[in-house]
C-alpha cells in the first residue's frame, strides 16, 4: 500500500511540474508575442505648425524618404505614421507655399513624438516674363531618359508633369541640370508604383561622363482591382528586387551573400604609364577596359583581383551602436550577381552579349553605417557604376520593401 500511494503520488507531482511548465512556456509565448507586437507597432507622430505664427497646417504631406510610410496632417496638424521598423530614417514635410523640411529620425522600440516647424517660401517677383527655352523638348527627353531609365520596365512607366521641371543647360559647367519645386508624378505600370519625387538636384555632365540627383521619394501603389494585374506587380517587383543594392545589403548584413548569388571582389585602379602595366600586387588580376564604364579617366586602369570577398572582410556589427553595421573597404568593390542576366539594352551599351549583372561600389568616406534592413544613413559616402547605376527609376522598389 506504501508503494502504490508513492507512485500515486510521485505521478501527481509529475503532472504538477508539467502543468507548471506548460503555464511558464505559455507565459514565455505571451511575452514574446506582445513584444514583437509592440516592436511592430512603433509609431511617429506629431504636429506640423507654420514658423511664422505657430498656427497648425492641415494636409500637409508627412512621409518617410524611399518607403511607402507617410500620412496627410489633419485641419488641427496632427498625422501619425504607424509600423515602422526600426532604423534611421528621413522624414519629410511638404505643404504648398513652405519649404520642404527634412528631419532625421532614429527608430528603436519606443513610438516617437515630434513638432514640425515650417517656413513659407520667399516670394521672388519676376521684372520680366522668362522665354521658354527652344531646347526644352531635348532637354526633358535626355532628363526621363536618365531618371527613369531605358530599361525593359522603363518603357511602362511616364512622367506625368514634366511641366513643373525647371531645366535648363549650364553652359559654364557644360552639364545639363533640373530642379522641382513640386512633386515629379512617375507612374511605373510596370511594377505597380506611383512615385512622388521632390527633385532637389539633377546634374547630367557628358563631359565628365558624371550623373547624378538627389531629392525625396514617396512610393504608392498604383490601384487595381484585377487580380492577374497585381499579381503581375508583385513577380517584376520580386525580379527588380532580387539582384538590386539594397538586396544586396541586406544579405551582406545577413552574411549569406553567396546562397544569395552574390560574389564580391576587389578592384585595384593603377596610373598607366605606357599601356595596361602590371605590378606585384596586381599580377593576377583580371584588367577590365574602360568599355565595362568602370574608368571614368582612362589614364587608369582597373584591376579586378582573383579572391572573392567575405562578408565578414567587408562588414561587421559596431560595438557602440546597437543594431548598427559597418561597412568598411579601401579599394573599389565590383559585386556580381550570378543569378540573373544583364538587359540586352545594358549589354548593347556595353558592344557585348550580356553577361552576369556586374556593379561597382566606390566609397566616398571611410565608412558606412547600415541597419539591420540594409540601408545606408549616409546614401552620398556610395557611388554605384555599372549595372547599378545604369537601373534607375523603373527598376526601383521602396526602402521598406519585403521580398516573399
Request: hydrophobic share 35%; charged share 25%.
Amino acid at each position: 500500500m506504501e508503494t502504490g500511494y508513492t507512485q500515486n503520488k510521485w505521478h501527481l507531482w509529475g503532472n504538477k511540474r508539467v502543468i507548471l511548465l506548460m503555464r511558464k512556456i505559455l507565459l514565455i509565448c505571451i511575452n514574446l508575442t506582445l513584444t514583437l507586437l509592440a516592436y511592430s507597432q512603433v509609431k511617429i507622430s506629431g504636429t506640423v505648425v507654420s514658423e511664422t505664427d505657430g498656427k497648425p497646417l492641415g494636409f500637409a504631406n508627412v512621409f518617410i524618404n524611399n518607403t511607402m510610410k507617410g500620412a496627410t496632417t489633419a485641419e488641427n496638424g496632427t498625422f501619425t505614421i504607424k509600423d515602422v521598423a526600426a532604423g534611421k530614417y528621413q522624414l519629410i514635410a511638404s505643404y504648398v507655399g513652405y519649404e520642404t523640411i527634412s528631419n532625421d529620425v532614429e527608430v528603436i522600440n519606443d513610438n516617437i513624438s515630434i513638432r514640425i516647424t515650417m517656413k513659407p517660401k520667399a516670394t521672388v517677383l519676376k521684372a520680366f516674363e522668362v522665354k521658354r527655352d527652344p531646347n526644352r523638348e531635348a532637354y526633358i527627353k535626355k532628363f526621363k531618359e536618365t531618371f527613369i531609365g531605358k530599361s525593359v520596365n522603363s518603357k511602362l512607366c511616364k512622367l506625368m508633369n514634366d511641366e513643373i521641371l525647371d531645366i535648363g543647360y549650364n553652359k559654364m559647367d557644360d552639364a545639363l541640370e533640373a530642379t522641382s519645386d513640386d512633386y515629379l508624378i512617375v507612374e511605373n505600370k510596370a511594377l505597380g508604383y506611383r512615385v512622388r519625387f521632390l527633385l532637389k538636384q539633377y546634374t547630367n555632365s557628358e563631359k565628365h561622363n558624371f550623373i547624378s540627383y538627389y531629392g525625396y521619394a514617396f512610393y504608392e501603389n498604383l490601384p487595381t482591382k484585377k487580380k492577374a494585374q497585381k499579381k503581375l506587380w508583385m513577380e517584376n517587383r520580386e525580379k527588380a528586387y532580387h539582384g538590386s543594392s539594397l538586396h544586396f545589403f541586406r544579405t551582406l548584413i545577413q552574411g549569406d551573400t553567396q546562397e544569395e548569388g552574390f560574389t564580391m571582389n576587389e578592384i585595384i585602379r593603377k596610373k598607366r604609364v605606357s599601356g595596361y602595366i602590371k605590378d606585384s600586387a596586381t599580377s593576377e588580376a583580371k584588367i577590365m577596359l574602360s568599355r565595362d564604364a568602370y574608368a571614368e579617366d582612362d589614364s587608369y586602369a582597373n584591376y579586378r583581383m582573383p579572391a572573392q570577398l567575405k562578408p565578414s572582410e567587408l562588414i561587421s556589427q559596431s560595438d557602440s551602436i546597437p543594431e548598427k553595421y559597418i561597412l568598411h573597404f579601401d579599394h573599389f568593390l565590383l559585386v556580381t550577381y550570378t543569378k540573373e542576366e544583364e538587359e540586352a539594352g545594358y549589354a548593347k551599351t556595353q558592344g557585348r552579349r550580356p553577361r552576369y549583372q556586374e556593379s561597382m561600389i566606390r566609397f566616398q568616406k571611410p565608412y558606412c553605417i547600415f541597419s539591420k534592413e540594409g540601408l545606408c544613413e549616409d546614401p552620398m559616402a556610395m557611388i554605384f557604376s555599372g549595372y547599378w547605376g545604369w537601373e534607375k527609376i523603373a527598376e526601383l522598389v521602396p526602402y521598406d520593401y519585403k521580398s516573399n
